[in-house]
């Protein structure tokens, strides 16, 4: 690990002890946890996402350019919707 490695924990507030999940995507620190243990995160216009049980590396969902959107800088999930902040260039 390093300075430029993030990484994406879990930590057991019984035993004091945290795991990694998932490595960060590079560039990213945003990312959402929705409902079924899915995490949600962005690089430039992609969407990705990462099930713990299922996957062993981040997953591109959607290009979300068809939609006008550039660069994706922050991610929120609410009552099954996912709300994006686009910055502009």
């Given at each position: 690990?390093?300075?430029?490695?993030?990484?994406?924990?879990?930590?057991?507030?019984?035993?004091?002890?945290?795991?990694?999940?998932?490595?960060?995507?590079?560039?990213a620190e945003d990312?959402?946890?929705?409902?079924?243990?899915?995490?949600?995160?962005?690089?430039?216009?992609?969407?990705?996402?990462?099930?713990?049980?299922?996957?062993?590396?981040?997953?591109?969902?959607?290009?979300?350019?068809?939609?006008?959107?550039?660069?994706?800088?922050?991610?929120?999930?609410?009552?099954?919707?996912?709300?994006?902040?686009?910055?502009?260039?």
């Amino acid at each position: 690990m390093s300075d430029k490695d993030w990484y994406i924990k879990s930590y057991n507030t019984t035993t004091h002890k945290s795991r990694v999940i998932v490595k960060t995507l590079p560039g990213a620190e945003d990312f959402e946890l929705l409902n079924d243990g899915t995490l949600i995160m962005a690089s430039g216009n992609i969407l990705y996402k990462y099930t713990p049980e299922a996957d062993t590396e981040w997953k591109a969902v959607v290009d979300m350019s068809d939609y006008g959107i550039e660069k994706i800088t922050r991610i929120a999930a609410q009552k099954n919707r996912l709300l994006i902040v686009d910055q502009k260039s």
